[in-house]
């Protein structure tokens, strides 16, 4: 509804507006005499309605007639924080009775609302009180409609109150946790080690760092914050990083309050680098699950290989009949293809080139900074880091399971004279969700390949091109095949544009992954083939593109699958050598001060997250935003050698490890309390104790704003931004598994795992 507000507002004689409403009485109080009783208030009435004072509340006068909205009563002025709760409380009456609608809305075109309930008022005075979350942050307004009635009225109200509210899902989710929280899995002994205390004390807190023996180590002073919107609550921070200390079983102490135990020294970023990049193994389709190489705990059959009950993927056509058309038009194909292998996609068994291409170009990235940095002597190029089936087969461990992914998105393309040939198809899943637990080989249901598309082809081709460079001295067959395939690819992709993934709401089976825009796929593809090829051409069609001298990075997430210009500025900058030197600048001072804020941001944060949410909360997958900011951060440092930049990604794991409102790790295996029962139909141990639960190394996606399954709708309500997710199984919207998130956490992992 669009409410206008009358272009001149009367206030009663005995209404004075005073300057700033926010010079509140009590404590976090918005409301300047919500009671009443003093001199002055913030209110206002509009024209036809008159106010007094009456016995210490606000009286309304208000004439029969009119819609709702024609009468109104209000207060301007309201500054609120997007995601944050607040409490709004008042008490009404009507004489005669009727309803009055109470809104705090945006003081402005569209007149938005925050919050909007209609009360049906009567003569003895009723209480409101109501908890709601802010969603935007443009000036706000509480306002009353009092119109809309048969006959006059009075509409008295008292005791108005608005304050910013620890929520519901704040106070259920974080029981369990300590308020002094800390990266469990422990900080290194010379980088920044800062704890986060919920408390809403004014004045700082003593603190100590005790060890494993109980001597207190160090000590200091707390700083206090006040009140985190993202946590709901008011918090402290405390810095101990001077305290260069090493061992186990260290803990934190603040306000009576004590930490979980963690390590100082013995950074476990070797050891998450192994299992981030064994559980991409684990994710594999179309092979056993072996004990050779991996946990008995996780032996399983080959999925998908056509072998009953599975239909797939050795011989799949195109989606066809109603949904088809729907969704694609005219659109059809009557070729089959072997699309076995690949990894699955996440807790389902969809397999989508989009994610797939990002992901494989992320973990490939790791193995040529290792490349690029080092010598070669990191264990990131080794033959012998995972614990997969090629380990020592020669071939870098890296490189071997890139490969898995990178034949079967070879597989995705449309065959030689058929229609749209050398696209790839945007996916391939089952033509209808299965339920959980389903282990891949137990997938009855028939799969199908969705139309191409030109993001897919663009991606497939960056992907290609890249492996087609670092295998060119290890196999140089398959580093040929890649080129031919990225550079047919990408003509096909130029041929055709807007040929886009549409949405569906995921009704068919399998993730949308719509997206519109193609423009920053081609920009990558166009990166990778100048950086594979050198040749000039793709570099004058990376500067042509839109995003060639853009801002592509943002705080709420650098780049993720559907938004790749930011990955393409990553790799142009940490190996665009034969570019001109004054692109090389430009490049490199667009990666730097894409850093630079983010420290900023990170400073700001009494947690230390390299993230800003956005005015929905948290998204989809927020942990893995993060860490994807925290590869903008690594390549800043990989280029300038400051160590600011090295910090700033130490202290970002800090908040994925425990350092968050919940006191929770978000990798399963690592730290005292971790995430265990992510969204996935085989590591499916909450439903069916017979089946393992994630690996160690299993990333969950984290905090989302947008309640989307019915978990978190049911139990997340309220939820201050950092709450809003919850350790079940079933809330694939906060807690699922995916290739693109556990991707930049291998890659993260490994940086830290190597810079020094
Ligand atoms: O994380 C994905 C989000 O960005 C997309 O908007 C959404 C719809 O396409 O899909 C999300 O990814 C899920 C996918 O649909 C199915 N596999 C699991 C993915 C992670 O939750």
Same mark, same amino acid.
């Given at each position: ?19 700033? %409403? ?21 209110? !206002? ?41 607040? /409490? ?25 609302a925050h919050a909007d309930e209609t009360i049906e008022a009567k003569p003895v005075a009723s209480t409101v009180d109501k908890t709601? +979350?802010?969603?935007? +942050? ?26 910013? =509210? &620890? ?34 004390? =004014? ?69 998450? /680098? ?112 995972g614990r997969l089936p090629e380990n020592g087969n020669s071939v870098p461990d890296i490189l071997d399971e890139a490969r898995w ?12 004279? *058929? ?26 249901? $028939? ?14 081709? *960056?992907?290609? *091109? ?16 890649? +080129? ?17 993934? %549409? ?42 593109? #839109? ?32 570019? $001109? ?12 001060? &894409?850093? /630079?804020?983010?420290?900023? @941001? ?7 997250? @390299?993230?800003? #949410? ?17 590869? @903008? ?16 990604? +130490? ?30 139909? !085989?590591?499916? /141990? ?5 089946? #393992?639960?994630? $690996? ?24 201050? %931004? ?21 991707? $930049? ?9 190597? =810079?020094?």
């Open positions: 509804m669009a409410l206008r507000l009358p272009a001149c507002l009367l206030f009663s004689t005995a209404i004075v507006a005073i300057a700033s %409403p926010l010079l509140a009485a009590g404590p976090g109080e918005m409301v300047a005499d919500g009671g009443f009783s003093e001199g002055s208030d913030a209110f !206002w009435a509009s024209d036809g309605v008159t106010a007094r004072r009456d016995d210490g509340r606000l009286c309304l006068t208000v004439p029969a007639g009119g819609e709702p909205w024609d009468r109104l009563a209000g207060m301007n002025g309201l500054r609120l924080t997007p995601g944050q709760s607040y /409490r709004l409380g008042l008490s009404l009456s009507s004489r005669p009775a009727g309803p009055v609608t109470v809104r705090v809305q945006r003081d402005g075109e569209p007149y938005s709601f +979350r802010a969603v935007e +942050r443009q000036p706000a307004q509480l306002l009353l409609q009092l119109g809309g009635q048969d006959l006059d009225r009075t509409v008295c109200i008292d005791d108005v109150s608005l304050t910013a =509210a &620890a929520p519901a899902g704040t106070v259920t989710t974080s029981t369990t946790a300590s308020a002094v929280l800390v990266n469990q899995s422990g900080y290194f002994r010379d980088g920044p080690k800062r704890a986060t205390i919920v408390s809403d004390a =004014a004045e700082p807190l003593d603190f100590q760092l005790v060890d494993a023996d109980g001597a207190v180590v160090a000590e200091g002073r707390t700083r206090p914050v006040g009140l985190d919107p993202n946590a709901g609550v008011a918090v402290h921070v405390a810095d101990f990083s001077d305290a260069e200390v090493r061992g186990e079983g260290f803990r934190l102490t603040a306000g009576g309050a004590t930490s979980e135990t963690f390590p100082i020294g013995l950074a476990t970023y070797g050891r998450l /680098r192994v299992d981030a990049l064994s559980w991409f193994t684990l994710q594999r389709s179309g092979i056993a699950i072996e004990p050779g190489f991996a946990d008995p705990a996780y032996q399983r059959a080959a999925g998908h290989l056509g072998l009953s009950p599975n239909e797939g993927d050795t011989d799949v056509g195109c989606l066809d009949g109603a949904v088809a058309r729907s969704l694609y038009g005219d659109w059809r194909c009557d070729y089959r293809l072997d699309v076995s292998g690949g990894w699955y996609d996440a807790g389902d068994h969809g397999k989508y080139v989009v994610t797939g291409a990002l992901s494989v170009a992320q973990l490939m990235s790791a193995y040529e900074r290792g490349i690029a940095h080092g010598g070669g002597a990191s264990p990131v190029v080794s033959d012998t880091l992914e990178l034949e079967f998105l070879l597989k995705m393309q449309v065959p030689d004279g *058929a229609p749209l040939a050398g696209m790839v198809h945007h996916k391939v899943h089952d033509t209808a969700w299965t339920g959980l637990p389903m282990l891949p080989a137990d997938d009855p249901k $028939p799969r199908a390949l969705h139309r191409p598309s030109t993001a897919a082809t663009y991606g497939f081709a *960056a992907a290609a *091109a890249m492996g087609a460079r670092l295998f060119a001295d290890i196999d140089a067959d398959f580093a040929g095949r890649l +080129r031919q395939a990225a550079l047919t690819a990408h003509a096909a992709a130029i041929a055709n544009p807007g040929l886009n993934a %549409p949405s569906s709401d995921g009704m068919q089976g399998g993730g949308d992954y719509s997206d519109d825009n193609a423009g920053d796929e081609a920009y990558w593809a166009a990166t990778e083939l100048f950086l594979t090829t050198g040749e000039a051409g793709f570099l004058e069609e990376a500067k042509r593109s #839109p995003f060639w001298g853009s801002a592509v990075f943002a705080p709420q997430g650098a780049y993720d699958w559907a938004n790749v210009a930011g990955f393409a500025r990553l790799q142009l900058a940490a190996h665009g050598e034969q570019l $001109p030197a004054a692109d090389r600048r430009a490049v490199t001072a667009s990666v730097v001060s &894409a850093a /630079r804020a983010m420290i900023e @941001v990170q400073d700001l944060d009494p947690f230390g997250q @390299v993230y800003r #949410p956005g005015a929905d909360g948290y998204s989809w997958g927020s942990n893995h935003a993060m860490l994807q900011n925290m590869t @903008v951060l690594a390549a800043a440092y990989d280029l300038t050698g400051q160590a600011g930049y090295l910090a700033a990604v +130490r202290e970002g794991m800090d908040y994925i490890l425990g350092r968050n409102i919940l006191g929770l790790s978000y990798i399963t295996g690592y730290g005292a309390h971790y995430s265990q029962n992510q969204h996935s139909r !085989w590591y499916a /141990r909450q439903l069916d104790d017979d089946l #393992p639960p994630p $690996p160690p190394g299993t990333l969950a996606g984290g905090p989302n704003g947008t309640l989307l399954d019915d978990v978190a709708k049911e139990k997340l309500q309220g939820c201050a %931004p950092q709450a809003c997710y919850i350790d079940d199984i079933m809330s694939w919207g906060t807690n699922e598994m995916a290739i693109n998130w556990n991707a $930049p956490l291998f890659a993260v992992a490994s940086f830290l795992a190597d =810079a020094r």
